[in-house]
């Protein structure tokens, strides 16, 4: 890995230390004796499962949680910050997966959000445009307009201007959470380069992510966290993903990404004939046939949800047909589910669940019928229902009336994918199935969405087909049948998987190389 | 504690923030009122006092539930008591019609209503709004800007005071109304819809719940309410009056709020409602019966919306 920088000083001292981290939540203990340190110049990985401790020990940090027990040292100094404003004054910034920008101000405004410098209470536009166009000129974003409003950028944009924010009121360390699980391989690697700078200008950074690949090209050091304790620590040198991937899970994960058997494809079940929708997807045919995986590899920005989303009539069609089996359809979502086509959304939280309503409501909201005469819901055939795929999908909550937003990321996924087993859909539209999710998760939903695929062995239901699209391709790679690729707003002709390397995506998504 | 009891308990507490408020407050009278307030004539006379905002209460908890909100329902209480008037005074109309005729009427406003938000894709508040000056004007239009009599029926004796032990029909209608609302709201398909819709609407669309037809359906319901409500303040009043329960529409949301329903939607529920502007009353009388004026009545109701929405933020921090 050429890319990689040392740390500047293999000696310098941690900038931040903490020691003995305890917190307890109740009966349960959600750390337990952490220590972790990051030095200026160091890039460090904090890795773990949804539920090892990261989230807690990121809160701690940030200010916004309690410990219980153990000490914090920042820049020699005892480090105790009563809120998240006095841990950014003190020079700590954590920028978490739900960005807090506000979308109706500009990018300048943003970036001196909280500290616009002024005059007798009237903003000083200048100070704020030469400081905002400092911030991103560390960055490397010199070309980016400091006067539009923030809700036209993209997500990696938006990154780039949560980071500068955090730069310009002086930060020292840096906290991502996940940052790139919204992001394509493009904007991630952009945002490396972002980070690489940051360090090597004596940031100290600590980035977490599902993302091991990532972490192993990216990252310095790392600190693995299981059940609440460091599982392991150290340099990355000579660390490989398996080896991350072992500590995280407590055992050896052999082949989480194994290629799957693929059986015989069956009919054409759902078509897309030239379809345009949006500003983003220009131009798309597909067919789709019973049993078959199909993958959409495609960046973010691509146009791969716009489609996923004009086939599920979410979105307003420009032109083109959709059909499932010989029908032409596409008037609504409802119709679509109707005719059996459903689709789990990227943004789970926004729009996949209902936060506040519980996991057997959010489960069988799009088929609420048959559970009782005229209209009437039974609860006990409710929750019956949820139980069943509860204990065949093994969602890990306490019960069907669970509320929802209490799961962790993955068994969320797994209700949300639920719902479209439940529906009983033929042909499932899948964004992003694995985002934010851990490894062990996703390694269940990708078995999942294979057996979806098989159908039921015992022959009493057919094979589904599934349009999976995935800014991941290592995950395509492994799962599909065939692959497409999507490039601004255009999917091109399908292929074999086992034609694509991971590489080869890469480049026909990036358009390096005609596809 | 399980999945199922831990929901029971939450279903439970939830309201029994309200009731609990309700029962200090009844007690706190009880202590320092004269003793003229704890009587069960007072206290049919709490419940007959009650019956007109808990009846439009019960549509607006819907269109709280589903994220929405509606200013036009005093607008459309005072229509519908000119409409009923009009068709028994000038139309000679059988009660029972013009009784019909100001209900449909009140309905008919939610049907234009939930089109407006629906259809123009405009913010609720703007379009109730202005619904309620439109209302409002269409009502004095009606009735020339005069109260119209009407002569005395049945419908007068909906809310008139029975014996002790014997309520007034239209308290029953309200009941009857409530428990019919309730089970709408808890037991059927269409209720788990509302509540998705306020919940999430992106998810109910994404579920396949016409979120649009959801939302017209709870305006026309909260309308048709709202008209019903029309039906009882005009059998107290007897006759039609384009300016009465000005501001009403104040008194219903609050209600709803006191009773733990949330205005960025997804919660609330009946038996909350009920109990808000239960809680409403209780203040109102016993504060009248401790002869203090008008303008604390007025400070301790605010008080007690505010204190209501901060408990219940505090409660669902700690759950």
């Known amino acids: ?515 | 504690m399980n999945a199922r009891s831990e929901n029971r308990f939450r279903s439970l507490s939830s309201a029994a923030g309200p009731l609990l408020g309700l029962v200090a407050v009844y007690l706190l009278f009880v202590a320092i009122a004269p003793s003229s307030f704890s009587t069960a004539a007072n206290i049919q006379t709490m419940a007959r006092q009650s019956t007109i905002v808990v009846m439009a209460a019960l549509g607006m908890t819907l269109v709280i539930v589903s994220g929405g909100i509606d200013l036009s329902v005093g607008s459309v209480i005072a229509l519908s008591t000119v409409v009923t008037a009009w068709l028994l005074d000038r139309g000679s109309a059988s009660p029972l019609v013009a009784a019909v005729g100001g209900v449909a009427t009140g309905a008919l406003v939610g049907v234009m209503t939930g089109f407006l938000i629906t259809r123009l894709r405009m913010a609720a508040f703007i379009v109730t709004l202005g619904m309620m000056l439109l209302v409002r004007g269409a009502a004095k239009g009606i009735a020339a800007e005069q109260k119209i009599d009407a002569p005395i029926t049945f419908l007068n004796g909906l809310l008139a005071s029975g014996g002790t032990w014997h309520w007034p029909a239209g308290v029953w209608i309200t009941l009857v109304m409530a428990v019919a609302v309730a089970v709408l709201l808890r037991k059927t398909i269409f209720g788990r819809h509302v509540t998705a819709v306020g919940s999430n609407p992106l998810t109910a669309r994404l579920c396949g719940i016409r979120v649009d037809e959801v939302k017209l359906i709870v305006y026309t319901l909260n309308g048709l309410f709202a008209g019903l409500a029309g039906l009882m303040q005009f059998s107290r009043l007897t006759v039609g009056d384009p300016t009465v329960a000005m501001g009403k529409e104040l008194d219903v949301i609050a209600a709803v709020v006191i009773g733990g329903g949330s205005l960025s939607g997804g919660e609330g529920s009946i038996a909350g409602t009920i109990i808000g502007a239960l809680i409403m009353t209780v203040i109102r009388s016993g504060c009248a019966q401790m002869g203090l004026p008008n303008w604390v009545q007025e400070m301790v109701t605010g008080t007690i919306i505010v204190a209501a929405v901060a408990l219940d933020r505090l409660r669902q921090k700690r759950l």
Request: glycine fraction near 10%.
């Open chain 1, 1 to 515: 890995m050429a890319q990689v920088n040392n740390p500047r000083e293999p000696s310098a001292m941690p900038v931040f230390v903490m020691t003995g981290m305890t917190k307890r939540f109740g009966a349960t203990t959600a750390l337990d004796g952490v220590d972790f340190s990051v030095r200026p110049g160091e890039i460090r990985a904090l890795i773990g499962e949804n539920g090892a401790g990261k989230s807690t020990l990121v809160s701690i940090l940030a200010g916004a949680g309690k410990h219980d027990e153990g000490t914090m040292v920042f820049d020699g100094r005892p480090y105790r910050p009563a809120s998240p404003h006095d841990a950014r004054k003190a020079g700590v910034a954590v920028i978490y997966q739900e960005l807090s920008l506000a979308d109706h101000m500009t990018v300048e405004e943003n970036i001196c959000l909280g500290m616009e410098p002024g005059r007798f209470g009237f903003v000083d536009t200048e100070a704020m445009r030469r400081r905002a166009q400092a911030a991103l000129d560390q960055l490397g974003h010199r070309d980016m307009r400091t006067t539009q409003q923030v809700r036209h950028l993209s997500a990696a944009e938006r990154q780039v201007v949560e980071i500068a924010r955090a730069l310009s009121t002086g930060c020292r360390v840096i906290v991502l959470d996940e940052p790139t699980s919204g992001l394509s391989g493009d904007d991630s690697r952009a945002l490396f380069s972002v980070l690489r700078r940051l360090a090597r200008q004596g940031c100290a950074v600590v980035y977490i992510s599902h993302f091991l690949e990532e972490v192993t090209g990216l990252c310095h050091t790392f600190t693995a966290l299981r059940d609440g304790r460091v599982a392991g620590s150290g340099k990355l040198d000579g660390v490989s993903v398996e080896d991350l991937a072992a500590m995280l899970v407590g055992r050896r994960s052999d082949a989480m990404l194994s290629r799957r058997t693929h059986g015989k494809p069956g009919d054409i079940v759902l078509t897309v004939d030239g379809l345009a929708a949006g500003k983003r997807l220009r131009l798309a045919d597909l067919a789709l046939r019973r049993g078959e995986i199909l993958g959409i590899a495609g960046l973010l920005g691509s146009g791969r949800t716009e489609l996923l989303r004009a086939i599920f009539a979410l979105d307003p069609v420009v032109r083109g047909d959709v059909r499932v089996g010989a029908y032409s359809v596409g008037a609504s979502p409802s119709e679509m589910l109707n005719h059996g086509v459903g689709l789990l959304s990227e943004d789970r939280k926004g729009e996949g669940l209902a936060a506040a309503m519980s996991v057997a409501d959010n489960m069988t909201l799009s088929r609420l019928k048959g559970f009782g005469f005229a209209g009437f819901i039974s609860s006990r055939s409710q929750n019956a229902t949820t139980q069943k795929w509860i204990d065949a999908l093994r969602i890990r909550c306490a019960g069907p009336l669970q509320n929802v937003h209490r799961l962790s990321g993955g068994n969320q996924q797994k209700v949300a994918l639920a719902r479209l087993l439940h529906h009983d859909v033929d042909v499932l539209l899948l964004d992003e199935p694995t985002r934010g999710i851990d490894v062990a998760s996703k390694a269940e939903v990708y078995r999942l969405i294979a057996s979806m695929a098989e159908g039921d062995p015992a022959g009493s239901r057919s094979p589904r087909s599934v349009l999976l699209v995935s800014s991941h391709f290592p995950e395509l790679l492994a799962v599909c049948d065939r692959i497409a690729v999507m490039k601004r707003g255009e999917l091109y002709p399908a292929r074999a998987a086992s034609e694509w390397t991971e590489h080869g995506l890469m480049m026909a998504a990036t358009g390096q190389e005609a596809a």
